[in-house]
């Protein structure tokens, strides 16, 4: 098993910045492919950005050059750094961890998943 608990969302203008943090606990964090998904009230989750064991990352097309995903394997932490933030940004975002490291982008590929922390980018 592997838990994850997400922190950092919250309330900001459009054009500002928020660090998001993952912090997992239980198997071995570094053995675990990472991604972020956001969830906006009305829609299917959807893929925002991951990483893989080795470092390798992945972004949404609507998020790149804007986002940036890290992980610390001695902190068992991954991060999304968000920058230059949207209106259309604002969902609840929900960090993931996977044991296969393939298909990054799919929902049903990710094995254990966060709570989600709120996000909202006022205009």
């Known amino acids: 098993q592997v838990q994850l608990v997400e922190s950092g969302g919250g309330l900001v203008q459009a054009g500002g910045s928020l660090r998001l943090s993952c912090a997992a606990s239980?198997?071995?964090?570094?053995?675990?492919?990472m991604g972020w998904f956001r969830q906006a009230p009305g829609k299917e989750r959807e893929f925002v950005a991951a990483?893989?064991?080795?470092?390798?990352?992945y972004y949404a097309d609507s998020v790149k050059g804007r986002f940036t995903i890290s992980r610390d394997n001695a902190k068992n932490t991954v991060y999304l750094q968000m920058n230059s933030l949207k209106p259309e940004d604002t969902a609840v975002y929900y960090c993931?961890?996977?044991?296969?490291?393939?298909?990054?982008?799919?929902?049903?590929?990710?094995?254990?998943w966060g709570q989600g922390t709120q996000v909202t980018v006022s205009s």
């Open positions: 993931a961890a996977d044991r296969t490291g393939l298909r990054l982008r799919l929902v049903y590929e990710y094995d254990y």
């Open positions: 239980g198997r071995t964090f570094s053995n675990y492919a």
């Open positions: 990483i893989s064991w080795s470092g390798s990352t």
